[in-house]
């Protein structure tokens, strides 16, 4: 039981609209919200996407209210999101040439 299966168990992973990923802590009691606005701000840093843009966060095929905690929302530890264009439908690609 080593501190490395520990770290992977307590992790989300959370996808750019470019397809980048990201894995981070998972935090049950922040909200999407909150959770989109970090996201937004280190992929904007990477330039993996435009931080002036508006985007949500998607689980599955199911965007998430931005007021619930990403427990509320059903986001738990391993799980993967993907931050997504509020402008573009689809998977936010769709301005890429």
């Known amino acids: 039981m080593g501190k490395e299966e520990n770290i992977k168990q307590d992790t989300i992973t959370i996808i750019?609209?470019?397809?980048?990923p990201v894995s981070e802590k998972y935090r049950p009691h922040d909200t999407v919200s909150k959770t989109l606005e970090h996201a937004v701000k280190e992929f904007g840093k990477e330039g993996h996407l435009d931080a002036t843009l508006q985007y949500i966060l998607v689980f599955g095929d199911t965007p998430l209210e931005n007021s619930l905690t990403l427990e509320q929302a059903g986001i738990t530890t391993g799980a993967t999101i993907k931050v997504r264009s509020?402008?573009?439908?689809?998977?936010?690609?769709?301005?890429r040439a």
């Open 86 to 95: 509020k402008s573009i439908p689809g998977d936010g690609n769709a301005s």
């Open 16 to 20: 750019a609209p470019n397809g980048a």
